[in-house]
C-alpha cells in the first residue's frame, strides 16, 4: 500500500499555447506522466482529488482548458 500522506510540491504556471495563456498544475514525479483533462464548464481543480492519490508514483498535469479555471478564453 503506497503512502499518500507525503506532502509534493504543487506547480501551477502558465504557457503559451496558440497564442493563448493556459494555466497547468502539476504535481508528483517520476514515470508515467498523465494528463487529466477536465470536463466542459470544469477546471484543473476537478482532478485535485485523484492527482493527490496518484502524486507519489505519477506526474500528474492537469490544464485549464481555454476559457475555465485560470485560463484566458
Given at each position: 500500500m503506497t503512502d499518500h500522506s507525503t506532502r509534493f510540491e504543487e506547480m501551477t504556471m502558465q504557457r503559451i499555447i496558440c497564442d493563448r495563456p493556459l494555466n497547468i498544475v502539476e504535481r508528483?514525479?517520476?514515470t508515467p506522466s498523465l494528463?487529466?483533462?477536465h470536463y466542459f464548464a470544469?477546471?484543473?481543480a476537478s482532478?485535485?482529488?485523484v492527482m493527490t492519490q496518484l502524486q507519489g508514483t505519477t506526474h500528474c498535469i492537469a490544464p485549464d482548458l481555454p476559457g475555465f479555471g485560470e485560463s484566458q478564453p
Open positions: 508528483g514525479k517520476g494528463i487529466f483533462l470544469g477546471s484543473s482532478w485535485s482529488e
